[in-house]
T-cell receptor, first 115, second 112 residues
């Protein structure tokens, strides 16, 4: 596609439910990143993929968070047993490679609200 | 661990005023530096980046940034802002290990 797409754009869920967020990167981009942005704060790195493997998962806040990527394309971020502090905008980005100089192209984000 | 500090959380300027947004980073190795911008209702997008060569880099819409290695800084500048520059600006650092670290962002409001 022309850009990074994410779905859903908005998700409201009840505390304790599981949610799954999806990211479709730009075709041909081998690197994919997930970030979390809480209200009024910067982007918090969660995880990145090079191909289908995740060399750096250091940003995942707890074992309730997991992510996978298949076919060097779509990625899903799963949050189990959601908590109110998980409420945030979740941003996905992709780049040609994970190299240091490569520009990241961002999607529109998924706004997650946990009631 | 790397970190990024943006000194100003909210800047308010009148049109034609000059702009400088501060960005300092903490990392001892080679870094690649970025400024991203998010206009109201739009995605984050690249404004400019530095990875080698001339430390003064020019980006879109008349923005520039200067990398001063001794000060661990990468400040963003524009000589004369326009109302359309109203946006949130993020400084980011990326090492060659793939992970990016972003600052908390600076919201710029330009009054017409």
């Amino acid at each position: 596609g022309a850009g990074v797409s994410q779905s859903p754009s908005n998700k409201v869920t009840e505390k304790g439910k599981d949610v799954e967020l999806r990211c479709d990167p730009i075709s041909g981009h081998t690197a994919l990143y997930w970030y979390r942005q809480r209200l009024g704060q910067g982007l918090e790195f969660l995880i990145y993929f090079q191909g289908n493997s995740a060399p750096d998962k250091s940003g995942l806040p707890s074992d309730r968070f997991s992510a996978e990527r298949t076919g060097e394309s779509v990625s899903t971020l799963t949050i189990q047993r959601t908590q109110q502090e998980d409420s945030a905008v979740y941003l996905c980005a992709s780049s040609i490679t994970s190299g240091g100089t490569d520009t990241q192209y961002f999607g529109p984000g998924t706004r997650l609200t946990v009631l | 661990a790397q970190s990024v500090s943006q000194h100003n959380h909210h800047v308010i300027l009148s049109e034609a005023a000059s702009l400088e947004l501060g960005c300092n980073y903490s990392y001892g190795g080679t870094v690649n530096l970025f400024w991203y911008v998010q206009y109201p209702g739009q995605h984050l997008q690249l404004l400019l980046k530095y990875f080698s060569g001339d430390p003064l880099v020019k980006g879109i819409k008349g923005f520039e940034a200067e990398f001063i290695k001794s000060k661990f800084s990468f400040n963003l500048r524009k000589p004369s802002v326009q109302w359309s520059d109203t946006a949130e600006y993020f400084c980011a650092v990326k090492t060659n290990a793939g992970k990016s670290t972003f600052g908390d962002g600076t919201t710029l409001t330009v009054k017409p």
